[in-house]
C-alpha cells in the first residue's frame, strides 16, 4: 500500500502566530513607534535564529541521537527551513519599518552582508522542492543548501558576538551569551555527526 507522507504545513501557521504575538507585545509594551518596530525587530530575528538552529541540526540529531522525535525533525527539514525563511522575511519587513520611522539606512556592511544572507534564504527557498532538487541535481542542490546555511549561521554569530562585545548591549548580555551558546551547540553537533560518518561509511547499498 502507497504511504502518504503528511506534510506539516502547520508550522507556517505556528510561524505567523509566533510573529503575531510578538508584534503584539512589542507594539503593546513598547508602542506603534520606533521603540516598537525596534523590538520588533529583534524579536522576529530571534524567533527565526531558534527555527534556524533547529533545521541546521535536525540531520546530526537524528544521526547521532536516533528516536520517533529527531527521525521526524530530520524528515521535515525542508518545512522548518521554509518556516525559518518565512519568520526571516518578517524580521525584513519588521527591519524596514524600523529604518524608515527613524528615518536613517542601514551602513553598507549590514545591507552587504545581510542582503547576501537573504540572497542565500530566497534562493534555498526557492529551491526546496523536489522538481528544483531533480533539475539542480543533487551535488549542486546540497552544495547550495550546505553554503547558504553556513552564511546564515555566519551572519547570526557574527550579530550575538558583536553584542556580547558590546561594552553596552541593548539587552542583558546573557541573552546573547546564551543565543550564541546555541548557535555553537549546533555547529558542534554537526562536527561530531561529520566525524562519525567519516569514521563510520554508510554501507553500501546491495
Ligand atoms: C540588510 C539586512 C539586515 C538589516 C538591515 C538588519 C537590521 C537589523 C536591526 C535594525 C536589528 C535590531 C538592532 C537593535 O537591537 O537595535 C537587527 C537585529 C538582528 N538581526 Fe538583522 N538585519 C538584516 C539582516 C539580518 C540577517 C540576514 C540576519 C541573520 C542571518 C540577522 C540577524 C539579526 C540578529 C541576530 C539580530 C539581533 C536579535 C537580538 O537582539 O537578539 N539580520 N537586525
Redesign the pocket.
Known sequence: MAQTRSRPYWLFAATLAGAALIAALSFGLWGMGSDGL?HL???T??L??LI?IVAFSAGALAQLFPSDGTRWLRRNRRYIGLSFALA?FI??GA?TG??IAIGET?DIV??V??????AF?SLMALTSNDWSVRKLGPVVWRRLHLTGSYY??A??MN??LG?IARETP??PRI??IA?AALGFAALGLRIAAWARRRRKPAPAAA
Open positions: 525596534q525587530t529583534r524579536y530575528a530571534r527565526a535564529f534556524f526571516h524580521h525584513l527591519l524600523f529604518f542601514p549590514t545591507i552582508g545581510g542582503g547576501g544572507a537573504y534564504i546564515i549561521w551572519i547570526f550579530s550575538y553584542r541593548p539587552e541573552i546573547f543565543t
